[in-house]
């Protein structure tokens, strides 16, 4: 496992933009595929996007599709998650997430590490 810590959430108006950090500990982020996933209240964790450590490939929810970039920078340890054009249905607790594997899992039972999250609220 690798040690991971959000930041970056706040509160923001819809339309606007936020992008939040992750930071990792050690020496093996480099071999980690980052997702990035979300949490309303009452509802279950949905994942919204991920990068692989082999190729940097990524992968988006349907909803975040055009809005969302995942980006990574291997020298820093860290994963980023912008956020365009967001919206009221865009608030939630959203956690950073890693796994071993090279795939761009959606899962959340794939990923073996997590940070603790960071909310973001959209206000109409």
């Not at 249905?89 to 997590?114: F, I, K, L, M």
């Amino acid at each position: 496992q690798v040690p991971l810590v959000e930041s970056g959430g706040g509160l923001v108006q819809a339309g606007n933009s936020l992008r939040l950090s992750c930071a990792a500990s050690g020496r093996t982020f480099r071999r980690y595929t980052m997702g990035w996933f979300r949490q309303a209240p009452g509802k279950e964790r949905e994942f919204a996007a991920a990068i692989s450590w082999s190729d940097s490939s990524t992968k988006y929810a349907d909803s975040v599709k055009g809005r969302f970039t995942i980006t990574r920078d291997n020298d820093k340890n860290m994963v980023y998650l912008q956020m365009n054009s967001l919206k009221p249905e865009d608030t939630a607790v959203y956690y950073c997430a890693g796994t071993r594997g090279s795939y761009t899992e959606t899962r959340p039972d794939a990923y073996d590490s997590w940070g603790q999250g960071t909310q973001v609220t959209v206000s109409s």
